[in-house]
């Protein structure tokens, strides 16, 4: 498991610069063509990442996690630093490299066929 | 010159396809939403530029677009549908209550006269509507609240609202199907619903007279006449001339009554076509031969219509929402298989030519018959 104890990269009003990657469909519907940077504010968090990427990009509310449940959509899966964080609590904390930006935080669409 | 401009909802996309009025050169643009399901998409008759698509996916969810110009341009709207109140439960394949769960939109219906209205029924069973422009959806929970609601159970598709119809002279009175529940009427603008399945008669539920529990797969209207609907029920071929109070069988001389389509001529109320399908569970036609079926009498009496459609080994499906008309002097019937073959006849299904053959999947058809002063082709 990767470290949490490395110092946080705090930006603008304390609130700290999160790389996330989508996959291809997420983003054509965002309208980006690369990773998207985003700053989220307190722990950070899946809940705190996503709730930041719904609030930047308003089209991907109900793509990622149900809008009533709020929980992720079965064929999708949350990877960071090489590690699935998929089944974890969505207020646990992820590792120090996701809030540091070294490592970005990644949506990753289930290989599915059909 | 008018034209016409086909919508086409497939497993991976959807396509517009254009003409004049004669039907012979078509454009085709697309796909939109590349890779995404799109069970359904309309144009709004108070605007034909307004149209509305159901966008879904496996992975992401649901959807739903709009185009402000005809299809050339899209913007996602309001994608948030919620169940009114408590959801509740229906009846799960195994007979045990079931939450009621969102799974996509089957099928829009704009409104007939405001371009932001807008109706759209979904898996599980619900019927939502949008006076926006689509950007809010709120359910019409009188039809799920009806008393038999704990009852409905899915049909081998899912437990799908997949039929809307409005009244052109009512503007409170909608129908609606649902698999497999059945025909469903409001005559208060949905406050209200009731079910009108009586006449209808399915072997395969305990009842086979029950109030709610049939296949409906498909019912079809005439603007002129909106007390006359047919209905494709999972088998049977069926009519009510009093707005689904009583039906009566009309499946007469079809080589099968199974199938999923089933429309009517644009100029003639009594000219009714379906696309006969063996079943059970094989799908698709009848010793390989693609055809359709047109009663000129508002059914009983049924001819094979062939020409241009392939006569040997062709094994598609022809899905219920994959049917439509222009409206044309000589009205134009459309139909989308599951091998991605659309055809075309301009001449009320005399003769027939596919206008594209190799799409994904097709799962709906639409056609908007434009005036001449939006037809570009």
Redesign the interface.
């Known amino acids: 498991m990767a470290s949490f104890s490395e110092p946080r990269r705090s930006l603008g009003e304390g609130g700290l610069m999160i790389r996330v990657v989508l996959p291809m469909h997420l983003r054509t519907l965002a309208r980006v063509d690369d990773e998207v940077t985003l700053e989220v504010v307190g722990p950070i968090t899946q809940r705190a990442i996503l709730d930041a990427l719904e609030a930047r990009y308003p089209v991907l509310c109900g793509t990622i996690r149900d809008h009533v449940t709020q929980q992720r959509r079965p064929f999708l899966r949350f990877f960071a630093c090489e590690e699935d964080w998929s089944h974890e609590l969505p207020d646990a904390p992820l590792p120090s490299k996701v809030a540091t930006g070294a490592e970005p935080f990644l949506v990753v669409g289930a290989m599915a066929g059909g | 010159m008018s034209g016409v401009r086909v919508l086409v909802g497939t497993r991976k996309g959807a396509f517009v396809l254009t003409s004049d009025g004669k039907r012979t050169k078509w454009d085709v643009s697309g796909p939109f939403f590349g ?2 399901e799109i069970y359904h998409l309309k144009g709004s008759s108070a605007d034909p530029n307004r149209l509305y698509a159901s966008q879904s ?7 739903i677009q709009r185009s402000n110009d005809g299809g050339k341009t899209w913007e ?1 709207v309001g ?4 169940y009114d109140g408590v959801p509740g439960t229906h009846q799960w394949y195994d007979g045990t209550p079931h939450p009621w769960e969102f799974k996509r939109v089957w099928h829009l219906e704009p409104s007939l006269t405001d371009p932001d209205t807008a109706y759209a029924g979904v898996e599980d069973a619900a019927l939502f509507r949008t006076t926006d422009g689509g950007q809010n959806w709120h359910e019409l929970p009188g039809l799920r609240g009806h008393g038999s609601g704990p009852q409905w159970s899915p049909g081998a598709g899912g437990l799908g609202l997949h039929t809307i119809v409005l009244d052109p002279t009512n503007a409170r009175r909608m129908f609606i199907a649902i698999s497999a529940a059945g025909a469903f009427r409001t005559d208060d603008g949905g406050t209200s619903w009731r079910p009108i399945n009586n006449g209808l008669r399915s072997e395969q539920i305990p009842d086979p007279s029950a109030e709610v529990g049939h296949c409906v797969h498909r019912i079809a209207m005439h603007p002129s006449q909106p007390n006359v609907l047919f209905m494709q029920k999972h088998w049977d071929i069926m009519r009510t001339d009093d707005a689904g109070d009583s039906w009566r069988e009309v499946s007469g001389n079809l080589p099968t009554d199974f199938g999923f389509v089933i429309d009517v001529h644009a100029h003639e109320p009594q000219t009714i076509y379906v696309v006969p399908i063996k079943s059970d569970s094989e799908h698709y036609p009848m010793d390989g031969q693609l055809r359709v079926f047109r009663s000129r009498s508002g059914g009983n009496d049924w001819e094979p219509l062939t020409k241009g459609l392939p006569q040997k080994d062709c094994y598609v499906n022809v899905l219920r929402d994959a049917m439509a008309v222009d409206r044309l002097d000589s009205c134009g019937i459309y139909f989308g298989t599951t091998g991605g073959q659309v055809y075309g006849s301009s001449d009320a299904g005399d003769t027939w030519a596919p206008i594209v053959r190799d799409l994904p999947a097709v799962l709906s058809v639409e056609v908007q018959t434009l005036p001449p002063s939006l037809a570009e082709v």
């Open positions: 890779g995404w996916s496996g992975w992401f969810g649901q959807l996602p994608n948030k549908f919620v």
